[in-house]
């Protein structure tokens, strides 16, 4: 079962992308169970802490290609995310 409280999400950490967010960058690009892990940590207050994540290998399998396509036209690295610790579950993997 995973922890909802973002202040426990650290660098290392795995995580899975709440139900009903969307990729910030093309949101009609749902990223909803999506997996990965948190590489860095920004901000002091946890309320205005960003999270950059990396994909694992299952969440790159299920990306839409359109997704992958729009990334690289905006020079974007699909493999990688910024999203707020409120989009944020901490899993127990």
Known sequence: MGKKAS???KAGSNIQ???GVCVPEFPEICCAGWTGMVVEVRGKKV???TYILEWDD????KMPDVYKTQCEEQGLFFKMA???GDALILTDA
């Open 82 to 84: 910024c999203l707020p």
């Open 17 to 19: 992308v709440k139900e």
């Open 58 to 61: 299952a969440t790159e399998q």
């Open 47 to 49: 309320s205005e802490r």
């Open 7 to 9: 202040s426990t999400i």
